[in-house]
């Protein structure tokens, strides 16, 4: 079974500083991967993704991401951390066979906290 | 408009009493998707429409739950004898196509509060 699991509830970080949110992710063939934010009472705002080609990937508000195969993750980075960045960040995965073909499946969320 | 539209925002409901929560696809969009999200969760899948065609309902909770898109652009998804349980945000998204891998946009979804 496909399945997406992100390892922290929370992650602390100083204004200014570098920050990692990790996500680790199971399926069947070739990954498509997802990272959503999503702020207090909005839905979820599409950051970037991975189909194919080069592994790191970059997206919306300066954020990137770096998918290994061979751990099987695809950690959400940013290289200086912003207090509007606080919210919760969502990894996704794609399911790629059977009827549900191209539906997501979500991993529990991660709450970014950063302090100034 | 530009985005998806969830309406309403909030909907407080009786147990037992029957609700109905809207979605207006961005223009366009051919696959349009409803979830549901627990507190403290991440979204769930419930159903998905290619236009007017519900192609999979495999997420749907109970036989309570129906969706709708006639005419392949507004959906409604409507939730019989609401229970407690049936407290979420139900959230919904489109994208141009589902198989492509392009991103699915959502809206800011509803926030059922059954009492």
């Known amino acids: 079974a496909q399945s997406v699991a992100q390892p922290e509830d929370q992650v602390n970080v100083a204004e200014g500083n570098p920050l990692t949110v990790k996500c680790t992710y199971s399926?069947?063939?070739?990954?498509?991967l997802f990272w959503y934010v999503q702020y207090p009472n909005r839905g979820l705002q599409f950051l970037l993704k991975y189909i194919t080609g080069d592994n790191l990937v970059k997206g919306s508000y300066g954020f990137e991401a770096e998918f290994n195969k061979s751990q099987t993750s695809f950690h959400l980075k940013k290289p200086s951390a912003l207090v509007s960045d606080s919210a919760l960040y969502f990894c996704a995965v794609r399911v790629n066979y059977g009827g549900s073909q191209g539906n997501l499946i979500f991993g529990k969320g991660t709450k970014l906290s950063v302090k100034p | 408009g530009a985005g998806v539209s969830q309406s309403p925002r909030y909907k407080v409901a009786k147990r037992g009493q029957d609700v109905a929560l809207r979605c207006d696809p961005i223009s366009g969009h051919v696959s349009l998707f409803w979830y549901q999200q627990a507190l403290g969760q991440g979204p769930e899948f419930l159903t998905y429409?290619?236009?007017?065609?519900?192609?999979?309902k495999s997420g749907l909770p109970s036989d309570r739950f129906f969706a709708e898109r006639p005419e392949g652009s507004v959906s409604t998804l409507k939730i019989q004898r609401t229970q407690q349980e049936d407290s979420a945000v139900y959230l919904c998204a489109s994208s141009s196509d589902r198989a492509s891998g392009q991103p699915q946009h959502f809206g800011d979804g509803t926030r059922l509060s059954i009492l």
């Open positions: 399926v069947s063939g070739n990954p498509y």
């Open positions: 429409f290619q236009n007017e065609a519900q192609l999979d």
